[in-house]
């Protein structure tokens, strides 16, 4: 019995899942190092050889610029590819951002937050900010006032997209609005001690 010849092809490296940053094309390819997965992801995703490529974890955003890190990254990560100037954005906010924009007054005035795409100062979309404190929710700590009240009047059904654990949504839209609160309450004692340091001042000269 006669055994026909077969061809076999040695793989090199671990596997990675690679996307652009429409998230339209989505590729699985085969890397050693950032430098060779850099080279596949141009051939792959159809990109000029002298693209200025920077890559990025597609759950966060996180940059991987060196090979020490790209060595830590386990089997099958999802990696996005940023050719010049693109940007990374969290799932699903490319195709609502246009509709989520929140109009946010400052902290310290009384003023009332509406949605609005036409008029006012426009904040920032709220899908990165969830998916950035879905990641680490401790971050909440050192947002502004904006951001918060952001949260804080958010519509948890509408960013079911974005995380689809709707009591992670309640919990940090109560969260928001108890830091909101701490917060003016601080900024109008800070108000206080300043009008009594005015008054002393005054009453001394």
């Known amino acids: 019995m006669s055994e026909g010849n077969s061809a076999v092809t040695t793989v090199t490296g671990n596997p990675y899942k690679i996307v652009d940053c429409s998230r339209e094309k989505r590729k699985g390819i085969t890397a050693a190092s950032l430098e060779d997965l850099t080279n596949v992801a ?12 920077t890559i990025v974890l597609e759950q966060d955003g ?12 386990e089997r099958n990560t999802s990696l996005m590819v940023l050719n010049g100037s693109e940007k990374w954005a969290a799932p699903g906010s ?11 007054d400052n902290v310290d005035s009384a003023g009332r937050t509406e949605e609005s795409t036409t008029r006012g100062n426009y904040h920032r979309p709220i899908e990165p900010l969830v998916s950035s404190l879905h990641n680490d929710p401790t971050h909440i700590s050192l947002l502004g006032g904006n951001d918060l009240e952001l949260l ?42 300043q009008m009594y340091a005015s008054s002393g001042e005054m009453e001394r000269a």
Request: no cysteine; glycine share 2%.
């Open 42 to 53: 141009r051939s792959r995703l159809a990109l000029p050889t002298d693209a200025d490529i």
């Open 62 to 73: 996180t940059e991987v610029d060196d090979e020490e890190y790209f060595a830590t990254l």
């Open 94 to 104: 490319a195709k609502t951002a246009t509709s989520r924009y929140i109009l946010v």
């Open 152 to 193: 804080s009047d958010m519509n948890p059904d509408s960013l079911a997209d974005i995380v689809p654990d709707r009591m992670f949504l309640e919990q940090l839209k109560e969260a928001s609005g108890r830091f909101l609160a701490e917060k003016r309450q601080a900024q109008e004692s800070m108000a206080l001690l």
